[in-house]
T-cell receptor, first 112, second 112 residues
């Protein structure tokens, strides 16, 4: 049973470009969470999605960030017009129900 | 805002020693999860504790959830170099979503 998959593992973008981060949850999991880990900071919740629905986006910056979890395919975290402060590790976690969360290996975003 | 403080922040010990990591909050959580994270990887779930006063054992690791479900501890017996890593506690927030509030982390180094 494959774990949570994220790609790309590393992403380099210039300021002003768009970043798309993908997350495929574990088989049978319909709940997806995105967290961000800034350098020298802890993991912070960004958004919680179920298939085709955003349930809680209270941790997501109001501008430039969006997330989706379509009926088919992976969950996508999209960052438009990236800035240096967006450089961080972005982790996706999945859960079969409102319970234990299993994390992917993360995407390290570097904005130059 | 719910916060989780972990102590100590850093710990360097010799192989064979015992240690305890603490995770404290003024808030009550539905459950508490402990993770271990290695450099460049995502957090790996070690255990989930749900009931106040609960104690769970995983080989040389013992996890305890406080009676009031506000704090937790992780005790490692006879530490080994393979235990080296960042230990994170994460409280499941009560409410409509079960997003995780992560602790500040404890970086453990076990010297051979």
């Amino acid at each position: 049973n494959a774990g949570v998959m994220q790609n790309p593992r590393h992403l380099v973008r210039r300021r002003g470009q768009e970043a798309r981060l993908r997350c495929s949850p574990m088989k049978g999991h319909s709940h997806v969470y995105w967290y961000r880990q800034l350098p020298e900071e802890g993991l912070k919740f960004m958004v919680y999605l179920q298939k085709e629905n955003i349930i809680d986006e209270s941790g997501m910056p109001k501008e430039r960030f969006s997330a989706e979890f379509p009926k088919e395919g992976p969950s996508i975290l999209r960052i438009q017009q990236v800035v240096r402060g967006d450089s961080a590790a972005y982790f996706c976690a999945s859960s079969p129900y409102r319970g234990e969360q299993y994390f992917g290996p993360g995407t390290r975003l570097t904005v130059t | 805002t719910q916060l989780l403080e972990q102590s100590p922040q850093f710990l360097s010990i010799q192989e064979g020693e015992n240690l305890t990591v603490y995770c404290n909050s003024s808030s009550v959580f539905s459950s508490l999860q402990w993770y271990r994270q290695e450099p460049g990887e995502g957090p790996v779930l070690l255990v989930t504790v749900v009931t106040g006063g609960e104690v769970k054992k995983l080989k040389r690791l013992t996890f305890q959830f406080g009676d009031a479900r506000k704090d937790s501890s992780l005790h490692i017996t006879a530490a080994q170099p393979g235990d080296t890593g960042l230990y994170l506690c994460a409280g499941e927030e009560s409410g409509a979503t079960n997003k995780l509030i992560f602790g500040t982390g404890t970086l453990l180094a076990v010297q051979p």
